[in-house]
């Protein structure tokens, strides 16, 4: 870990950094992370997660947006995620929705491959 925040600490802001974090305490704002977040067990996080890999081991409440969200069994996540990957350890609560980044940009491929294939045809048929 990079920085670790304490559960002394209460933070009323965003919170943006280019490593990992371990925060234990409390925050109101939003996370943007390039690196990797644990949110600790008696963390609590109001706001937007953006990170690479969400670990909630805490409690969040808000939008995650990461490549890999694993909510431990102590975890509690209150918002909708948008993942290529989530585990969820049995005890854990997970309340919203869930959308898989990987089927979304699958799903946007084959539309596009689609729409060049019936161009294609267009053209072929307007020149004959």
């Known amino acids: 870990m990079d920085t670790i ?3 002394d600490i ?8 280019g490593g990992n974090v371990r925060y234990e305490g409390n925050l109101k704002g939003n996370v943007n992370l390039s690196g990797n977040i644990i949110v ?23 939008i995650v947006t990461c490549e890999q969200l694993k909510i431990l069994s102590t975890g509690k996540l209150t918002g909708d995620v948008y993942v290529d990957n ?3 350890d049995e005890g854990a609560i997970f309340i919203g929705g869930c959308k898989i980044k990987s089927t979304e940009l699958k799903e946007e491929e084959q539309l596009s491959e689609a729409l060049a294939g019936n ?4 053209i072929k048929q307007a020149q004959e």
Request: charged share 15%; net charge negative; proline share 0%.
């Open 10 to 17: 209460t933070f009323i802001g965003d919170l943006a950094s």
């Open 119 to 122: 161009e294609e045809e267009n």
């Open 86 to 88: 989530i585990i969820i």
């Open 5 to 7: 925040v304490g559960s």
């Open 40 to 62: 600790g067990r008696n963390a609590f996080i109001s706001g937007n997660i953006n990170a690479k890999n969400v670990h909630i081991i805490g409690t969040v409440e808000g």
